[in-house]
């Protein structure tokens, strides 16, 4: 029988403390903010 495959993404030295960092304290830019309000008044006048 087939076995599923894994994936996995392994994050060492300064690559896996960045990424810890980022999760704990995100930080977003007015263009994604933005990106987001568009997306969402997009999803309230065409839901699916």
């Known amino acids: 029988m087939a ?3 894994r994936l996995g993404l ?3 030295g ?10 704990e304290n995100p ?3 007015k ?3 933005e990106f987001f309000k568009d ?6 006048k065409h839901p699916f």
């Open 3 to 5: 076995e599923p495959i």
């Open 10 to 12: 392994v994050l060492e």
């Open 14 to 23: 300064d690559d896996a403390r960045e990424f810890w960092e980022n999760m």
């Open 27 to 29: 930080r977003v830019t």
């Open 31 to 33: 263009e994604q903010v």
């Open 39 to 44: 997306a969402i008044r997009l999803y309230k």
